[in-house]
T-cell receptor, first 114, second 113 residues
Framework: DTAVSQTPKYLVTQMGNDKSIKCEQN?????MYWYKQDSKKFLKIMFS???????INETVPNRFSPKSPDKAHLNLHINSLELGDSAVYFC?????????????FGNGTRLTVT | KNQVEQSPQSLIILEGKNCTLQ??????????LRWYKQDTGRGPVSLTI?????NTKSNGRYTATLDADTKQSSLHITASQLSDSASYIC????????????FGAGTRLAVHP
């Protein structure tokens, strides 16, 4: 009955590879996000989609491409992986703007690039 | 510069004891402040959200306070339990045209038996 689920939980890959992380929410929320948590534990927003439309795109390399087939899904595709991409990636959702509503996070995908 | 600073970085307490975590922010303009709990290997879970006009808000054994004048917030945990062991993250939301969430680095709390 996980509200926000993301797969895989762990992802180990080599530099230069392309990988995807999937996210689904069953809360009926209209907005979804991708956050990156670095080694210092700071969470930083990468992308936000509202009803399948991109509304936030922070300074993220264009190797990262989000895709939202419907408002319950937001996937993240990463091309040409680099060592610096190693981090924990969190998917989240909210009903309405994240600035006024609580975020509901998935349990994260730990990406390790070797 | 918009910043959220939390203290202490880490804290160890004995089960059953109370503790208070601090959050100072320099975010402006201010919209609201939230506290999240993040268990190891899990995503953050919302504990409270407080707007400018709210001084205190409780969620079970968790009580958050907000002083918008001094730009400080605290999270008080009463009668701690082993399951309270986690990181507690303070997040401040700005307003005024370019909305942004500013995250603190968290306080890592360990509750020992």
């Amino acid at each position: 009955d996980t509200a926000v689920s993301q797969t895989p939980k762990y992802l180990v890959t080599q530099m230069g590879n392309d990988k995807s992380i999937k996210c689904e929410q069953n809360l009926g929320h209209d907005t979804m996000y991708w956050y990156k948590q670095d080694s210092k534990k700071f969470l930083k927003i990468m992308f936000s989609y509202n009803n399948k439309e991109l509304i936030i795109n922070e300074t993220v390399p264009n190797r990262f491409s989000p895709k939202s087939p419907d408002k319950a899904h937001l996937n993240l595709h990463i091309n040409s992986l680099e060592l610096g991409d190693s981090a924990v990636y969190f998917c989240a959702s909210s009903q309405g703007s994240q600035f006024n509503s609580p975020l509901h996070f998935g349990n994260g995908t730990r990406l390790t690039v070797t | 510069k918009n910043q959220v600073e939390q203290s202490p970085q880490s804290l160890i307490i004995l089960e059953g004891k109370n503790c208070t975590l601090q959050c100072n922010y320099t975010v402006s303009p201010f919209s609201n402040l939230r506290w999240y709990k993040q268990d190891t290997g899990r995503g953050p879970v919302s504990l409270t959200i407080m707007t400018f006009s709210e001084n205190t808000k409780s969620n079970g054994r968790y009580t958050a306070t907000l002083d918008a004048d001094t730009k400080q917030s605290s999270l008080h945990i009463t009668a701690s339990q082993l399951s309270d062991s986690a990181s507690y993250i303070c997040v401040v939301s700005t307003s005024g045209g370019y909305n942004k969430l500013i995250f603190g680095a968290g306080t890592r709390l360990a509750v020992h038996p």
